[in-house]
């Protein structure tokens, strides 16, 4: 599965171990990079993750507390 992040990026869902308003970093293979997130992009990439994720209340409440 895979989400826009910005007119430039496209990410793979797999690897995002955290996001917040403005980047998103992910890890593959032991390594981690960032990458922005633009504000027109961000609503539209939190539902998707938050979609690959199961959607399941608990995972929508640690979201609130952490990628807020």
Do not use: C
């Not at 599965?1 to 293979?29: G, P, R």
């Amino acid at each position: 599965y895979f989400a826009q992040s910005h007119y430039s990026y496209i990410v793979n869902l797999k690897n995002v171990t955290d996001f917040n308003k403005n980047e998103i970093t992910l890890s593959f293979n032991s390594k981690k990079t960032t990458v922005p997130i633009s504000r027109s992009f961000y609503a539209s990439f939190k539902k998707a993750f938050y979609e690959y994720m199961g959607g399941t209340i608990w995972f929508q409440i640690y979201a609130m507390l952490w990628f807020s």
